[in-house]
């Protein structure tokens, strides 16, 4: 692509309205554009972005056996007002339809959906455990929408629900969870920052789990156990006071955002909603149920949190929305060459074509954040190449077009 | 995929609620449920459907140079008040928010977003023109939600918006447009029963155009003018009383479903949102504006209405959820390896590994609708292969694996 063509353009200055790094790299880079408080548009290079993180949840959820459905968004108050929720749930947006008089809810969680659809398609242990999932646009009625894409009144998430037997299976998968959770930090670069942290359980099992990841701009504290790695919220260090795993007694006071977070929800949902299965010995037994949460809008807030530096934004080379980020300086055939070779090596390039001075070009490049820039000027041709560099060094390097495709596909190489 | 691991069931009886084709085929065959009028959740045969609609419409848009952005669905009210619509639009979702008391809107379109958006990266004459599009979730406050996945509550969309400094400008991409949809329309197998069709154009254009689907279950009345093949609306049949592209005055009268639409909308958003760029000489003008609209979740349903025959659906070979329905009576382990070699070989295949009998499995895969049939048993080991049969056609024949690949390759290459 080419920058002259994009439908964005990148701004230096931004309204007051910034709250937060990421809101402001993302508006200037024109990555989002906010339409009102926690509500974005994804504009193209953050739409890219923004896939790429889906793609990877995607893939991790597929792995471990999920099926991949799309419940609707608009749903009828009975569901919720069968499981109490209509009433208890504070971010609910509610309303009435103007024609029909039905009361609807605009959902955040679909746990009444979910419920009920399972009953249609599993009546016997032969059909479980199955685990589905959905990526799928969200609603709450937030108080306070602040942090950027961190927290909207629009956003996405992933949500699977796990269908099992006995607590057993769910344990099993649970585990699964977790592992297949951590691989998705590491695609995301956020590994070295994200900690599985203990939380209050509720009825069905002594802890639930955060994934917290750790930034100052993060609206939860938590307590880091040095010693084991792991992680508890404030409810569990004022009951416990010792690290769940080790029981160790030392912890490091964190500010972190909840990345991820994963419920045991046992037989909550499955009662109202009767979901049963005939055991082998053909009694019936309620579905043992769980769910796994994981939101790509607040991750891609959280990467630019934690990965940016005071230049700008650093993807990590999963989630990047291009490779390379092609610069001219002068040399308007040559960088077109190149341009037109990288594309037909399959290498995603972002050339800078504006006629902009080197520093203008040089900032927006840092803003970007793409993980590879290289520069065509006059002076990297009469050094006999190009100007090779990562975001996050600051070593260039000239190359030649054969070393530097070759640079490029190493790096990218997973 | 196995059958037997699948997460939906097909089922014979489904409740008096189907008041269609498209309905009945699709939940009877696990494709989608229904939560409540209007609303569907797609299932993961179903959501494989979608998605490949989806990806053929996002192809052909960026293939005319669109560029994707994805924009919120809950709105402010003082957007809508801006254009007059917060007061005209009938089918807007109107809520507040309970804690700040906002006034949302939840839209069925975007031009109260896109404009204001535009405004913020178009300044001059060389940033124009501009395509952005969105494939998103809408919601209408619909008086009736009939006719299955035709009209919902909540529904998948194309919109695409273009930005133009000159009437000439857009004239060029609208017939641009138009060559795109029949793309469209013929990789989604329904270019032999859709019809450009005139509309009433509004203030800007003298016309505006649909693309209709010929369907009895179609809410539209539409004359086909068969001297030209294009098709007039009612209105315009009324007004004009002749084709408005051969003059000819005999015309067939038929039920169509509205498959797509496009507009010439001028500056009628522009002006209230006072989208302006800097023309050749300086001077300030208005932005010239056109809209484009593809529903996927109703050509997904229409693709039922009008590709089905009385056995179930008939997918056509781009938007089927599986390349190969393999069934086996007996014979486990050779279904078994057949099943791992056509996966090897890249081909999607959907196995009925189910104990149960040819009836029950020749029933299901006619309902399901996957393009190629294979059947192993004992009667076809016997004949020295595979029983192979195309879902459209009654012949059935005995090949070996070699042909057999050979022959889904075939049919599968573009």
């Not at 964005?8 to 309205?17: L, W």
Request: hydrophobic share 35%; net charge positive.
């Amino acid at each position: 692509m080419k920058v002259s063509k994009l439908f964005t353009k990148t701004t230096r200055n931004i309204s007051k309205e910034a709250e937060s790094r990421n809101h402001e790299l993302l508006v200037r880079g024109g990555y989002v554009d906010q339409l009102m408080a926690g509500a974005y548009t994804y504009l193209p290079l953050g739409l890219t972005v923004l896939k790429k993180i889906e793609n990877i949840i995607r893939e991790e959820m597929v792995s471990i056996g999920g099926q991949e459905i799309l419940m609707p968004a608009l749903q009828p108050a009975e569901n919720w007002k069968k499981t109490g929720r209509w009433e208890t749930v504070d971010d609910l947006y509610r309303f009435t339809s103007y024609y029909t008089k039905t009361e609807l809810a605009l959902a955040g969680t679909h746990e009444e959906v979910v419920s009920p659809l399972a009953k249609k398609f599993v009546f016997s242990y032969k059909d479980l455990p199955k685990y589905v999932f959905q990526i799928q646009t969200k609603f709450r009625d937030e108080k306070r929408a602040k942090s950027g894409i961190l927290r909207g009144r629009e956003f996405l998430m992933k949500d699977l629900y796990s269908l099992h037997t006995t607590q057993e299976d769910l344990d099993n998968f649970y585990e699964k969870a977790i592992k297949s959770y951590f691989k998705i930090f590491k695609r995301l670069g956020l590994q070295d920052k994200t900690y599985l942290t203990f939380a209050s359980g509720g009825t069905f099992s002594k802890f639930s789990h955060e994934f917290q990841t750790v930034s100052d701009v993060g609206e939860d504290t938590i307590y880091l156990c040095e010693k084991c790695r792991v992680a508890v919220n404030q409810e569990i260090i004022a009951e416990q006071k010792e690290c769940p795993k080790c029981k160790n007694k030392d912890f490091k006071k964190l500010k972190a955002i909840e990345t991820g977070n994963i419920f045991q929800l046992g037989t909550k949902f499955s009662e109202p909603f009767n979901l049963k299965y005939l055991d082998k010995d053909g009694k019936e037994k309620l579905v043992i149920m769980g769910c796994f949460g994981m939101g790509p809008s607040r991750i891609m807030g959280t990467i630019v949190e934690v990965l940016s530096d005071d230049k700008g934004i650093v993807w990590p080379k999963e989630v990047t929305p291009y490779q390379v980020h092609l610069i001219n300086l002068e040399e308007n055939e040559k960088a077109e060459k190149l341009y037109e070779n990288l594309k037909k090596d399959g290498i995603d390039v972002l050339w800078d074509d504006r006629v902009e001075s080197a520093g203008v070009k040089f900032a927006d490049a840092d803003l970007l954040g793409i993980p590879i820039r290289v520069v065509v000027s006059s002076k990297s041709t009469k050094a006999g190449g190009y100007e090779f560099k990562f975001r996050n060094q600051d070593k260039t390097e000239i190359v030649n077009e054969k070393e530097f495709i070759k640079k490029i596909k190493d790096f990218y190489a997973k």
